[in-house]
């Protein structure tokens, strides 16, 4: 019963924060970080829990991703997301689409209570080749990342660390897009 009420006067103090704070950018970019703190544990169970359901895949990845996505600089020695010389679908997928699910779930969360905008199918559709070119830069950061300290004592948490860092990037980009772009004010 406590929790309930706790959890009914913490919402009132952001509905009051709300009400007096409205529209500033410093009050939207604390919303904004607060989302991306749901968004994070979000990205961060599906970066765990993904592999579980892709470690099978051994498909190669396209030429056109090969150059991204290279063995020699992602793994130190053999690796079983290395299939004939190519990383593995099973390798880049839960990293893509963790960030790419939570990701979405956070666009449609920054339209309605951050910025109370507006989404359009063309920003949509912006936000969606956007989010696509960074999630592929920040699948790539989180591969290498992991690689690196998969040989190191941090190795445990490795996935952890990556996604975290590429979250960062990600919130650099995001939130003058989302602000600025996608759900401005007229």
Known sequence: MNESLHKKESMNILRKLDVRFGDSALWQFIKFNLVSFSITLLQLALANLLPLLFDGVTAKLPPFLSPLFRPETLFEGPSPYVVGGVVTWGYVLPFFLSNFLANIYGYF????????????????????????????????????ITARLSVTAFAAPARTIAATAAGLVQVAVLFPLEKYVLFRKE
């Open 109 to 144: 969360m920054n339209m309605k209570t951050t910025f109370r905008g507006k989404g359009s199918r063309s920003g949509l559709i912006a936000y969606l080749a956007v989010l696509t070119a960074l999630i592929l830069f920040s699948t790539w950061l989180q591969g290498w």
